[in-house]
């Protein structure tokens, strides 16, 4: 599968972004799909993650009750809405997802489809 990610850029702190990973390859619903960001100097982070088999949904600590990830079935899309911002989310944002579900599904090495990162820049 391929990804592609989009819908960064740059906003003032309280407000809201959302971002898009779209995919190709029709057994992409039934993946597990994930949200990763990198800001500079630091590591990749698990931000959030929908399981398809169980519809579950798995969010950071830093972000559950601002974010929320939804899925389009039809168009093969990832969403990641992003409310309240604050300059610490301020990183590349990227998306990737895996066949099936692993119990390390917070960690950037269960993952080997990527989109190329989209950079979200929140201003104090």
């Known amino acids: 599968v391929q990804l592609q990610a989009s819908g960064g850029g740059l906003v003032q702190a309280g407000g809201s972004l959302r971002l898009s990973c779209a995919a190709n390859?029709?057994?992409?619903?039934?993946?597990?799909k994930v949200w990763f960001r990198q800001a500079p100097g630091k590591e990749r982070e698990f931000v959030a993650g929908f399981r398809s088999d169980t519809l579950r949904q798995y969010y950071a600590d830093s972000v559950r009750g601002r974010f929320t990830i939804s899925i389009d079935k039809t168009n093969n899309i990832m969403y990641l809405q992003m409310n309240s911002l604050k300059p610490e989310d301020t990183a590349v944002y990227y998306c990737?997802?895996?066949?099936?579900?692993?119990?390390?599904?917070?960690?950037?090495?269960?993952?080997?489809?990527w989109g190329q990162g989209t950079l979200v820049t929140v201003s104090s």
């Open positions: 990737a997802a895996r066949p099936r579900w692993t119990v390390s599904y917070y960690s950037a090495t269960q993952y080997d489809a």
């Open positions: 390859g029709r057994t992409f619903s039934t993946y597990i």
